[in-house]
């Protein structure tokens, strides 16, 4: 089998600037998954890595997290780049650390647990709705609906009062999308603009714990300070970093779904229309949302020990990219991959990752985007995209930055 490809230009994988500019490199990937599905990749400017692009091997990486680490970081490498500290979030913790870390929060996260939220949920996306349509029946989808409405869940979840949101958005707009010059301040590096905003939601967040100490109340925080891993309390770092995460994790991801959902239903207008036909179809059509954009498209590991992925030896110390968005349309597990079905079902898609650090985020996210979807379809009978999209140049996420809608209100 292949593993040194020459068909492939590597920047291709790795330049966030083609990204931002064509989306996802698709016929990069199905090539891959034909010739070489676990290939070494070797860009200039970047360490080495395996991509693997097939559904069967990338279940079969997440689920050996003491083989494939996370906590040598979950992004690819800048050449020469040190392997980062060791740290307290919990998505970049290894067994045995990381499951006790996991069921702190896990409970929030159930079915059951975001079943409790579903009402609320659902009044914030009335709310953010018909605020965006108040005015005009042309909008930004992804300023007026799509960014704020997750901010304003976790937010919600948190404990952080509604008017943080503005702010919420800003560090993370920030830190996600620190390689996009869009959102650097004049003169400052990726890096610097990422030290930045983490610094200021950092001391945003200790600001709300501090205040959760003192008074606290029915939120995720005041949960996360009740909360003991072996009957020690968390560290402060700790829980801070736990924080974070979910500030992170459920907030651009959530947005780019719904976002690139709205897209993919624009560019074919026969499954709208079979969504308004048939409202019941709502579920099955979140699950094919998230398969077909795959906000995340890919995340790392580091190999542990010298180890074998689907017959290919990957060397102790190197990276491998697990590539979601590639599993997702891979011709042995889907019919027909690349055709948007609201009825898809079953749809086994890997956008939540698999394993070990299977989202945790994931019942949440589907309910937001279930309940966003319901009061859409009540509320519009068609739309059309007016203007021009705008990605952001990022190779990890899948993000629009700008989605101009015109539409048709239900009389
Ligand atoms: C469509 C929306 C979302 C997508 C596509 C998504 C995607 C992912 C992926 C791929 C992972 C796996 C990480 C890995 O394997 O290294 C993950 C982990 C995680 N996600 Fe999400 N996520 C979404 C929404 C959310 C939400 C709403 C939250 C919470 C508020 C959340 C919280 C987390 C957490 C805490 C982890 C780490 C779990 C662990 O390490 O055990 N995510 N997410």
Redesign the pocket.
Known sequence: MTTTVDFVDPLELVDAERYGRRGYPHEVWTRLRAEAPVARIEPPGWERFWAITKHADVQYV?KEPLKFS?AGG?TLRRAGAALPPPTEI????DPPK?GP??RV?NPN?TPRGVRARRDDIDEIAAEILDAALADSDELDFVDAVAAPF?LA??AS?LGAPRSDVDDLFRWTNEIIGKDDPEFRRDGETPGQTIKRARGELHAYLVGLIDQRRSAPQDDLVTLLLGADLDGVPLRPDTLLA?AE???E???E??R???SGGLLALAEHPAEWEKLRANPDLVPDAVEEM?RW????SH?T?LATEEVEVAGVTIPKGEQVA?Y?ASANRDEDVFDDPFTFRVDRNPNPH?????????????H???V??EVMYRRLLERIDSFEVSGPIERLSSITNGSLKRLPIRCRRRA
């Not at 919990?90 to 913790?93: G, I, M, T, Y």
């Open positions: 997440a996370s979950i919990l998505v970049l913790q990381h870390m996991r929060a996260f997750p869940v976790i979840v736990y995460l979910l500030v994790a459920g907030n991801t959530t780019n779904a719904i998230l954009v795959s906000p995340i995340f590991r697990l979601f890997l956008t939540f990752g698999f394993g070990e650090h299977f989202c945790m985020g994931a949440l996210a589907r937001e985007i």
